[in-house]
């Protein structure tokens, strides 16, 4: 019956975890309040925005996808008030990052669309829906980055500031992730690039103009699948920031050949006696762009934990 008292003891530890979990989920909402153009309370509620329901839903996820992944690695064992303050300083720090990396989503990925009045005016949920996706693939790449201990192995004789350790090592993490939060949101910007110049479809026409869901849900499984490549490097074992940078930048490329291929794939065998170009723009079948990103993301997905 030892393993009930442990379980029982650790009761407390998983409770304080729980509140703090609830406490970044209300920054995180707090701070995305007073980023955006209106209420959103009222917007939601009142005008029954299905669109801004569906982006901020992206926001949302991303955020306790972000308190999972820093919370399964706390720092330093036994010692919980030390681990409770790493937690909500990466924490909070991440949240920053994926409000910031909503603005470039906004103002890069989407290329000259203007998310705000789609989203507001219009309701546009092909839009919404990539900014779900791209909402969801950067947390992927935050919180890769703030988890885990490397901050000895690139500053091994510290920042030499007069703070505690625990502090320093908390800047230090900080510093590090921003960092790879820079490269992981270039990452994503060349990608959503490439990916407007192989699709067979003008991307930009197809969300803006005609706001066919069907092109916004299959560009949001390609953004979520190169989220999932990009977030392999930084899982990895690591050894320098030179040796991480170079793992990303061959993971970009990999995803550059493979998500192409999935999507042709997803075209001649998924959806057989047609083409992903026909059901996407002629017929604006959600159900094809669904498909081909379950495909893209799945499959992301296998290379991400068995290659």
């Known amino acids: 019956m030892d393993f009930v008292w442990k379980y029982i003891s650790l009761l407390g ?12 989920f209300y920054i995180g909402k707090k701070l995305k309040d007073w980023t955006e153009p209106r209420k959103l309370d009222e917007e939601l509620v009142k005008s029954d925005n299905s ?9 949302y996820i991303g955020v306790i996808i972000l308190f999972i992944t820093i919370v399964s690695h706390p720092g330093e064992k036994g010692d919980l008030l030390g681990d409770l303050f790493q937690v909500s300083s990466f924490s909070i720090l991440g949240v920053v990052l994926l409000l910031l990396s ?11 669309i203007d998310a705000i009045e789609e ?17 969801i693939a950067s947390s992927f790449f935050i919180a890769a980055a703030l988890n885990g201990d490397i901050g000895e ?3 091994p004789q510290g920042l030499g500031i007069a703070v505690s350790p625990l502090v320093e090592k908390t800047i230090i993490g900080s510093i590090i992730s921003v960092i790879f939060f820079s490269v992981g949101q270039i990452g994503m910007i060349l990608f959503s690039i490439y990916y407007k110049l192989w699709v067979p479809y003008k991307l930009r026409s197809e969300l803006e103009e005609k706001q066919n869901l069907a092109a916004g849900t299959a560009f949001a499984g390609a953004l979520l699948a190169i989220g999932i490549l990009l977030t392999r490097a930084l899982f990895r074992e690591f050894e320098s920031l030179y040796q991480t940078g170079i793992l990303l930048l061959l993971d970009l490329g990999l995803a550059f050949i493979i998500i192409p291929i999935l999507h042709f794939f997803a075209d001649w065998v998924v ?20 498909l081909e990103a379950v495909v893209l993301v799945s499959f992301s997905a296998i290379i991400f934990f068995a290659v």
């Open 13 to 24: 530890k998983d409770l304080a975890f729980f509140v703090l979990g609830f406490l970044v």
């Open 51 to 59: 669109a801004l329901a569906l982006s901020l839903s992206g926001y």
């Open 102 to 112: 909503q603005k470039i989503n906004d103002g890069l990925i989407l290329g000259g």
């Open 119 to 135: 989203i507001y005016e219009k309701r546009n949920l092909a839009v919404a829906s990539v900014l779900f996706g791209g909402t």
């Open 153 to 155: 192995k690139v500053f």
């Open 271 to 290: 959806l057989p006696g047609s083409t992903l170009k026909e059901e996407i723009e002629r017929d604006q079948n959600f159900g094809a762009g669904l």
